[in-house]
């Protein structure tokens, strides 16, 4: 079993920068791949940003040149660096932990609110 905890949103102004951070507990795989999405209210949950433990990286086309993920080399903690941030941002945050040895099973965390607002 996997529990994620997510931590790092807030209140930001518009331009402004935050870091999400979200540890995993339990045993992580090396194909685990590790993702943040986000939900705002009143719309379905959309992909953000996922990693691969090697490092491999994609990113929604919203969020591209503006947020950056990371991993930390022992692969349990997810980081999401989130600049210039816009009003249409502010959502639920979610980490996601994706297992393919379980068919692609995901795990979420709980969730981290960032609202934009001046």
């Known amino acids: 079993q996997v529990q994620l905890v997510e931590s790092g949103g807030g209140l930001v102004q518009p331009g402004g920068s935050l870091r999400l951070s979200c540890t995993a507990s339990g045993t992580i795989f090396s194909s685990d791949t590790m993702a943040w999405y986000r939900q705002a209210p009143g719309k379905e949950r959309e992909f953000v940003a996922r990693?691969?433990?090697?490092?491999?990286?994609n990113y929604a086309d919203s969020v591209r040149g503006r947020f950056t993920v990371s991993r930390d080399k022992g692969g349990n903690t997810v980081y999401l660096r989130m600049n210039s941030l816009k009003p249409e941002d502010t959502a639920g945050y979610y980490c996601?932990?994706?297992?393919?040895?379980?068919?692609?099973?995901?795990?979420w965390g709980q969730g981290t609110q960032v609202t934009v607002s001046s």
């Open positions: 990693i691969t433990s090697a490092g491999s990286a």
């Open positions: 996601n932990l994706r297992r393919p040895v379980l068919g692609n099973y995901d795990f």
